[in-house]
């Protein structure tokens, strides 16, 4: 960065998994305010850098740091044992967590005690119990806890919300979402952590959070079926596609249905990197999205559509030459991560006359991606993980109720009368 009067303020971050989603996001993020830094009116120039990476190996970030070169300073890489305590140890100012979701658990809740600000990919945990140890802790430890929702920025979700928000759309009746992944994602780039997994926890999270915050509700029922068969045993545990219904009740004391599908075993040669659709019916309205009919479509010869696909999602993340000459890499999968970043920047270094406990109350609550406000998601997610075991176990066509007089999650089986605990609190 150029040399200036202006005062700088300098974080260093902490990178937990260094493998697809960190190429996608975190690689730009972190190039990006390496090399230019970045502004908020509430802090000032943020100069930004990652200070140290955290995995099993150490593989994939020596080949990133001798790829990057002078886009990325040099950088600590810590590998097993015990790799994440050695990052904590050393001089960062924040986490961020982009591991498989069944770990995001143990080390977010490393990097909370630490006494680190975390934002952890999405779904944030996979049970109630563990969502209210982390809520806790971070509320103890007094430092962020956040969880990566890039839909939310996605300018077309924006709108719908906005619509919504200032009451041109009337009353959600239903909805419909979709989002297909090629067979690379669960045969190669997720291959070593696919079993006993699910599409519906990986992707479908996207939706659940963009249904819960656009708009509103109280979550009163889940339940779950899939296929299985391609990427695992027919009868075994893990799962090639889900159809995921929930029900919410408003203030009018009207119920609307939504229903997600999610598959990772599309075909490769697909046109799109993913398929995503939406479909949202409002009293007065109709709001159709889909992903690839947006966009743009592109031919070329040996090309398409293995190496480069036909349609792309120049809004999630794009790789540009600007008119000026630069090249730049940016939407709105990085965006959400400068987000984090200004907002980490903003409790320790805020310019305004606020005490960085009440920064870290303003940000926290119910603010959209803070772990407080993950509840309906995470009950969503925490009721499929545990309809999908029980269909794994011969029990089909099992739903979990929310918030009644036996626990905030109650798994019931066809046939019996008696509902499973999964979660004694109120959601």
Not at 4 to 17: E, F, R
């Amino acid at each position: 960065m150029s040399d200036s009067s202006v005062s700088k303020l300098q974080l260093k971050g902490g990178m937990v998994g260094m493998g697809m989603i960190f190429d996608e996001t975190y690689r730009p993020f972190f190039e990006n305010a390496y090399q230019h830094g970045f502004y908020d009116s509430k802090t000032g120039v943020i100069q930004l850098e990652i200070a140290a990476v955290a995995s099993r190996t150490g593989g994939r970030a020596a080949k990133y740091k001798e790829a990057a070169g002078q886009d990325i300073n040099d950088f600590a890489s810590y590998i097993e044992p015990d790799s994440i305590g050695q990052l904590l140890a050393h001089d960062v100012d924040f986490v961020c967590v982009a591991t498989p979701d069944d770990r995001h658990f143990e080390a977010t809740m490393a990097a909370i005690r630490a006494g680190k600000h975390v934002i952890v990919e999405k779904p944030s945990v996979l049970s109630m119990q563990e969502l209210d140890e982390l809520a806790a802790a971070a509320n103890e430890e007094h430092v962020l806890c956040k969880v990566v929702y890039h839909k939310l920025f996605d300018p077309d979700h924006k709108k719908l919300r906005t619509l919504v928000h200032d009451g041109v759309l009337n009353h959600i009746n239903t909805g419909y979402c979709t989002l297909l992944e090629p067979k690379q994602i669960s045969g190669a780039q997720f291959a070593e952590w696919i079993q006993g997994r699910n599409p519906g926890t990986y992707v479908a999270v996207h939706y659940i959070k963009l249904i819960d915050f656009t708009f509103g509700g109280r979550l009163k029922s889940v339940s779950c079926s899939g296929q299985r068969g391609i990427v695992g045993e027919a009868q075994g545990n893990t799962w090639d596609s889900t159809q995921l219904r929930l029900v919410y009740e408003y203030e009018s004391g009207r119920e609307a249905a939504f229903d997600i599908h999610t598959s990772w075993v599309t075909p490769d040669n697909f046109p799109g990197y993913v398929e995503q659709e939406v479909q949202f019916r409002f009293d007065n309205g109709i709001w159709n999205g889909h992903s690839r009919k947006r966009g743009v479509e592109c031919t070329v010869e040996e090309k398409t559509p293995i190496s480069l696909k036909n349609s792309m999602n120049n809004h999630y993340n794009g790789t540009f030459v600007e008119p000026d000459g630069r090249r730049t890499q940016r939407g709105y999968g990085i965006e959400v991560l400068e987000e984090f970043a200004r907002e980490v920047a903003y409790v320790e270094h805020g310019l305004d006359d606020k005490t960085r406990e009440q920064r870290i109350t303003e940000l926290s609550g119910s603010y959209y991606n803070d772990i407080s406000s993950d509840r309906q998601t995470v009950a969503a997610v925490h009721a499929m993980e545990a309809i999908l075991e029980q269909h794994a176990a011969g029990n089909p066509d099992c739903i979990v109720r929310v918030n009644e007089d036996a626990g905030g999650l109650v798994l019931y089986i066809p046939g019996q009368s008696a509902g499973i605990v999964l979660y004694d609190g109120q959601v």
